[in-house]
């Protein structure tokens, strides 16, 4: 019978403590253009030894992607989208890695949920033309430059160094 506290070897050959995983959860503490904080490290750091796995919060990879804001306008989505933002980022894979844990990092594009662009005044954009009536904001079609932009973006973001 297999338990919770049992190692786990993956194919290629990466192996947790445990079966225990810590799904990304939110924390908006990001400074005002994506980059990790004091805070970001502080609240990973006392959960560095919380699982086997730690996957890090939603994370835009281009600017255009993010960031996405639900709280307070002092905080924000992490970002990974220029090389400025990197050493944070190896700070707190440090962080996380102190205690054996592997630090996995959730990329993605905000789309129509890039709002502090709208309150910038700025464009919203999405992968189609769609009213979306519960916005207060316009969001505007992308495109096939646009989409393939963002795809190389995730590319770009995984090889930061």
Known sequence: MQKLNDTVTFRNGATVANRI???????????????????????????????????????????????????????EQLGLYKDEQMPGFTKL?????????????????????????????????????FDFGFLDYEVEEMTEADILEVIHDFGAATKRD
């Open 21 to 75: 995983v810590q799904p990304p959860m939110l924390t908006n503490s990001g400074r005002d253009d994506g980059h990790v904080t004091q805070d970001t490290i502080n609240y990973y750091n006392q959960r560095s030894n919380s699982a086997g796995m730690v996957i890090v919060e939603y994370t835009y990879v281009s600017r255009a992607g993010g960031p996405s804001r639900s709280w307070a306008s002092d905080r």
């Open 93 to 129: 894979a440090q962080t996380l890695k102190k205690d054996g844990n592997k630090a996995i990092l959730q990329l993605e594009h905000s789309g129509r949920e890039a709002n502090y662009h709208a309150q910038l005044g700025e464009k919203v954009y999405a992968p189609s033309s």
